[in-house]
């Protein structure tokens, strides 16, 4: 395999030239990995649902690559709880059907493990042939004490994991009742760990008495999530989780805004005053503390930026709002890697152009094609690429800023400034051997 | 009903053929599903030493109208993107389990764009749903032996192919590594290791090696068909312990009238032949632990006559992953005095084994590691192995190397666990 031998003609767009919620082009017929299935994201989730089980009825292909991947989570310091039960899917079962399966599986689950909740996660398996799981779980849950709810993740009719992930967010709702509303208590929808209660976002809110009630899916328990609409305000901070609040606006009238996570000190300040007006507080003086001393690390680290280039793969939220402050730290900005652009990202895009700025934008999911485009580029940094061989033998500096994901607001820019000046452990000797082996040692 | 909470979904025939192929150079594989299928199998290598099928493996994105009509033309793009880009010898077509349910018909697909592909075009079918991975790994081995090797030109005296290891084979490399350094010992090279680290290229000219080594029980079909097409014998077993070892350099040896040298012998069993009477005390015996070995056949069988001659342990359970090929499996066993042998057991059944025996030791994969947590002595020793990495090959389980690095890790495992003298 040469990278020589692939074309990234009609591959690549710049962002003036990129439309609003449309996928960018494929950058190959055969890709390498391609996207992330909904299954694969789905079965993620579940298990940060507390009291809960998740029966993954699919082909030996889906349930053992998600076993590992649980396993394999089980051993980073964000583990996530063993709650996946697998219940697999065989050449009979097509044939003469696998609903009296699913139904002894179910009973059996009940009666052993008593969730209160359990989630049964169809694959593109039963979508095609398309078993009516609904229609049985309806019969099922007489007979049983968990709360039942299909997710379907059917991955050939999407080009990304986002329907199932909605679809996971909207079953939620289910297990929610309507509430008398506490005043001064907020969810946060869309939020990925633990942490939420940490935040700096938590204790602005907390030092005008505003408390954030639950972070869902993250650790809510049924019982969290029944109680959840008594909120006075949701806030989703992703577009994932968008539905749930407007379902939730539907079914319980609980108000939401929709903010996603902003990088730059001035989106920052401005996504706070939109918390601030919609939780009746004044944000304002603290936020100028916080937005002041980010200003300050801006300023501290230009010196150390300045004048390099940099290839930029998605981040949670705003994406292009990350592009802006890699830009006011001085980096050119060469490639962005994208699936598409939603309308936040549009807007976001509009203020770069409006600054001159106006990088190649290129659908990520294919490793041969970013791999060539980094190659032809030769960014000085690449942020989000986890790829450190390749990074490594290209001379590139990575950034990883997965730690920066678990905070919100001006602490979360302040993570990723120190981020950006830490080499990931073990990348020095990685790049060492590379030079060695392209200096031909070998 | 097993919903594996403790344990894991067997992996399907496709994923052996996966693995099967994932080692050969100039082969690329071509999955018809969608992308996620494609993407989710990074997770699957991770847990292999963490080896990326960057460049081997990719999918042509199926989508819903594909599903719906059963239009084959992403495919068909796919195919011509990868021979016209990387110009490939050999390009696999593999299905996943939506291509068996909409019917695609992958030969019929071959049949028809063969004649403007450069590249061999090989068809995977049963998406899924023929049986477990040995089974892939099997059909992988057969179709490359009849398909893929050519007659050979001249047949090389001293050389021999090792069938059998492939990406998920357990602690491959180091016991790679071992069978390369004992034939070296003989005077004999490897032709080519199938599949591991070989290529299209060394497939079409295997059959000018003179022997056949066979590592595990899924390679015997293989082998079969070399012998029948090319008359090429071969000798089936790993090489356990210094008695085990000996006895397979002998045979290997006779097989191609190499004969090792005396010196040869004395020198490895000089470095590498302790025994574990002179690594323990009086007061360190071994011979009332109780053990459990949970590895596939080849390696089952070889650890449990190891642990009996050279530790004189015997072995209480041994719990196998498949049915092995051989159909007398069970008197090998039995053979060596051990009656109690499971195969693919679910977890309450293990569990109740487990409780039941309560060993000091056990030999297995990570899931049977972690439903015995309570063992003093766990050993990984079989995949899968998510939380285990056998990258370095100076640990080697076959071989007097292996002989040597087993008998060391079990004497200092004991020595952190001196409570299993007392009990």
């Known amino acids: 395999m040469k990278l020589d031998d692939i074309s990234l003609e009609g591959k690549c767009l710049r962002l003036s030239e990129v439309v609003e919620d449309v996928a960018l082009p494929k950058t190959a017929d055969a890709q390498y990995p391609g996207s992330h299935c909904a299954f694969r994201t789905v079965a993620g989730i579940l298990p940060l649902i507390k009291n809960s089980y998740g029966l993954l009825l699919g082909p030996a292909i889906c349930l053992y690559n998600a076993k590992l991947t ?36 179910i009973l059996e689950v009940d009666r052993k493990y008593h969730p209160e909740v ?69 969810n946060l929808l869309g939020f990925w760990t633990s942490k939420a209660k940490t935040t700096e976002l938590a204790r602005l809110l907390g030092s005008e008495g ?75 003086l603290k936020v100028a503390d916080l937005k002041r001393e980010t200003e300050e690390l801006i300023s501290q680290a230009k010196g150390s930026f300045s004048g390099k280039s940099c290839a930029l793969f998605g981040q949670p939220g705003r994406t292009l709002d990350m592009a802006f402050l890699l830009s006011e730290l001085g980096i050119e900005l060469k490639a962005i890697m994208l699936h598409r652009l939603l309308s936040d990202d549009y807007r976001d895009a509009q203020k770069l152009l409006a600054e001159g700025i ?79 082996l392209n200096n031909g040692a070998v | 009903m097993d919903l594996k909470l403790k344990s894991y979904p067997a992996p399907s025939d496709y994923f052996g053929v996966l693995w099967g192929l994932s080692g050969v150079e100039d082969l690329l594989v071509l999955e018809h599903g969608s992308t996620g299928t494609c993407s989710y199998n990074v997770v699957n290598y991770m847990i292999m030493n963490k080896q990326s099928p960057k460049g081997k493996l990719f999918s042509c994105g199926m989508d819903e109208d594909d599903v719906v009509m059963g239009r084959d033309d992403k495919l068909k ?36 764009i063969q004649a403007r592909t450069d590249a061999k075009l090989l068809s995977f079918a049963s998406g899924g749903f023929a049986g477990d991975y040995t089974l892939g790994i099997k059909e992988v081995f057969r179709k490359l032996a009849m398909e893929v090797a050519e007659e050979p030109k001249e047949r090389k005296p001293f050389s021999v192919n090792v069938i059998g290891p492939a990406i998920d084979s357990f602690n491959n490399v180091s016991d790679l590594a071992e069978l390369r350094r004992l034939l070296s010992l003989l005077g004999a090279d490897i032709n080519t290791v199938f599949t591991c680290h070989t290529s299209v290229g060394e497939i079409e000219s295997m059959a000018s090696a003179s022997l056949n080594l066979v590592t595990r029980d899924a390679g015997l079909g293989a082998a079969q068909i070399l012998e029948d097409r090319f008359g090429i014998p071969y000798v089936y077993g790993l090489p356990f312990g210094v008695k085990g070892t000996v006895e397979w350099l002998k045979e290997v040896g006779e097989r191609l009238d190499l004969y090792l ?28 632990l109780r053990a459990v070995i949970s590895c596939p056949y080849d390696y089952a ?61 056990i030999f297995g994969n990570s899931y049977d590691l972690h439903i015995a947590k309570n063992v003093p002595i766990r050993v990984h020793a079989a995949f899968p192995a998510f939380d285990y990495i056998y990258r370095f090959d100076g640990t080697p389980f076959v071989g007097f190397r292996g002989h040597a690095y087993l008998t060391q890790t079990f004497v200092n495992l004991l020595n952190q666990n001196p409570e299993v003298f007392r009990n």
Request: glycine residues 6%.
């Open chain 1, 358 to 436: 106006d990088p190649l934008v290129f659908r990520g999911d294919n490793a041969l094609q970013t791999e060539k485009l980094l190659s032809t580029l030769r960014p000085d940094i690449c942020i989000g690429c986890r790829d450190y061989g390749v990074l490594a033998r290209q001379g590139i500096e990575p950034c990883m800023l997965i730690p920066s994901h678990f905070k919100l607001g001006f602490e979360a820019t302040n993570e990723i400034l120190n981020l950006m000046r830490q080499e990931p452990a073990g990348f020095w000797a990685l790049r060492y051997k590379e030079q060695l």
């Open chain 2, 77 to 112: 793009r796919a195919v011509e993107e990868l021979d016209q880009t990387f110009h490939p010898k050999i390009i696999a077509l593999v299905a996943t389990a939506v291509t068996s349910v909409i019917g695609l018909d992958l030969g019929g697909i071959i049949e028809e």
């Open chain 1, 210 to 284: 505003i408390k954030i009630k639950n972070a869902i899916p993250s650790y809510c328990s049924p019982e969290d999530l029944s109680r959840a609409p008594g909120v006075s305000l949701n806030i989703a901070l992703d577009h994932f989780a968008l539905k749930l609040a407007k379902k939730m606006k539907e079914m319980f009238g609980t108000e939401y805004i929709y903010c996603e996570r902003p990088y730059h000190p001035d989106s920052i300040e401005l996504w706070y005053q939109k918390i601030a007006d919609a939780s009746g507080i004044d944000l304002d």
């Open chain 2, 301 to 361: 069988l070889g650890l449990t006559k190891f642990m009996q001659k050279e530790w004189g342990i015997n072995p209480s359970l041994v719990v196998l992953p498949n049915i092995p090929d051989d159909p007398k499996f069970r008197e090998e066993f039995n053979r060596l005095g051990l009656f109690d042998v499971l195969i693919e057991p679910d977890t309450t059944t293990l569990e109740e084994a487990m409780a039941r025996i309560d060993p000091h030791i």
């Open chain 1, 70 to 105: 649980v396993n394999i989570r089980s051993l980073t310091s964000d583990p996530r709880p063993n709650n996946l039960l697998f219940l697999t899917y065989s050449q009979d079962d097509i044939i003469f059907g696998f609903h009296k399966k699913v139904r002894e599986a």
């Open chain 2, 261 to 288: 040298g005396r010196g040869t012998l004395a020198s490895e069993l000089e470095r590498y032949g302790f025994s574990i009477l002179e690594l323990t005390t009086p007061l360190q015996r071994c011979d009332h």
């Open chain 1, 118 to 186: 359990l989630f049964l996660v169809t694959t593109c398996l039963q979508e095609i042939i398309g078993e009516d799981f609904d229609a049985s779980v309806e019969e099922i849950q007489r007979m049983v004490k968990a709360r039942l709810l299909v997710i379907h993740t059917d991955n050939f009719t999407c080009e990304d994991a986002a329907p199932g992930i909605e679809n996971v967010f909207l079953s939620l709702s289910e297990l929610m009742e309507p509430q008398e509303t506490v005043e001064g208590s907020i």
